[in-house]
């Protein structure tokens, strides 16, 4: 991978402090070197696009379905091994194609589901409700006549995620959690705040007990760290939330309030957080801290955070985007962490869809 001249004066480090939940005060720093080395890697082996979704299994990452700059919709998947940085197609998903679905990983396989097809005026089918699950141990022999084509991965369909309003839907967001998938928000023809969890040894979905309590969204983001999921971000009526929580299975299935990601009224401090709003943004994990970047609000973002929830606080890295050649903003794209290392790619600014893929490491100061 090729690195990035190194940017002419460092940035300042800017961090929240700890304090009291949603009124503590922020402050910056000028004598701490803001870390994150992106680097550019192999491209995207399918078509450019947009809107798809990723998952990992045994550190190999499965992205897949999506949507391109002419509108077209994908059910095709591909894996990318980072110790090679090279991508193999595998076998397709066998449903409709289609964009803004939602994948985890849950027991050594992934699984995915709901999203839009956008082929059909009726919102029934437009709205999907469907769930697959894939199989990397078990290939896919397909026979054309005389000719048979082995593709790697298998996928068989599983029980449809609920449709409470009698719609599928699309834009929801996604985590897993000690091998139990969880799902919610989203659009269904209205903007959703509940949250579902699927257990895929008895292949059934419940409602959470405790619902979720924050806004209403779709285009949100999820990620797992120390057995706890975080969701945040997204839109609802075009208002860019700004609260943030966890979901604590283990704790009588909590969720905590954490903090917002947003400038505090009380404080003291002039930097305004509202910056890291979005909705579309990344996210990945890497050790114990969360990464969010790229997305959108009034523009297309290349800011990246890291989220410590320990301390329960966001510290600016550097940011997708650093230099001249380097990464453009974008949302919608997928991402996820292996090892010591962040991945984000593909995703869409105004009408142009990418397929480049991008490294990210926390550790080093950008080169």
Do not use: H
Request: hydrophobic share 35%; charged share 10%; net charge neutral.
């Amino acid at each position: 991978m090729k690195n990035f001249p190194r940017l002419a004066g460092r940035l300042l480090a800017l961090m929240l402090v700890a304090g009291s939940l949603g009124l503590s005060s922020c402050t910056n720093s000028d004598t701490t070197p803001v870390l994150g080395n992106w680097t550019v890697g192999n491209s995207f082996a399918g078509t450019a696009r947009s809107n798809a979704v990723s998952f990992v299994i045994n550190n190999i990452a499965y992205v897949g379905t999506g949507i391109d700059a002419n509108s077209k919709r994908y059910n095709d998947f591909y894996a990318y091994n980072p110790k090679t940085g090279s991508w193999t197609q595998v076998t397709p998903l066998p449903a409709t194609a289609r964009y803004n679905a939602v994948a985890f990983t849950a027991a050594g396989k992934g699984y995915v589901g709901t999203g839009y097809d956008g082929t059909n005026s009726d919102v029934n089918k437009n709205y999907l409700s469907d769930f697959w699950q894939f199989d990397p141990t078990v290939n896919t022999a397909t026979t054309t006549g005389t000719t048979t084509i082995t593709t790697t991965g298998s996928w068989k369909r599983v029980a449809d995620f609920p449709m409470p309003n009698g719609l599928g839907r699309y834009s929801a967001v996604a985590a897993s959690v000690n091998d139990i998938g969880y799902v919610g928000c989203g659009y269904d023809g209205n903007f959703e705040k509940d949250f579902y969890q699927y257990d895929p040894k008895a292949n059934t979905w419940a409602p959470l007990a405790n619902g979720f309590p924050g806004n209403k969204r779709m285009g949100a983001l999820a990620f797992t760290i120390n057995g706890q999921m975080y969701v945040g971000t997204g839109t609802n009526n075009s208002q860019y939330n700004t609260d943030f929580w966890a979901y604590n299975p283990a704790g009588g299935g909590t969720w905590t309030q954490k903090r917002y990601l947003a400038n505090i009224s009380t404080s003291t401090d002039s930097y305004d957080y509202s910056a890291v709003a979005r909705a579309y943004a990344s996210s990945f994990v890497i050790g114990n801290l969360g990464y969010v970047t790229v997305g959108s609000s009034s523009a297309v973002k290349t800011d990246c955070y890291a989220y410590d929830p320990t301390m329960d606080t966001w510290t600016a890295t550097n940011p997708f985007y650093f230099t001249t050649g380097g990464g453009a903003g974008r949302n919608s794209a997928v991402s996820f962490g292996i090892g010591n290392y962040g991945y984000v790619g593909t995703g869409a600014s105004g009408s142009t869809r990418f397929d480049d893929f991008w490294q990210f490491d926390p550790s080093a100061a950008q080169q």
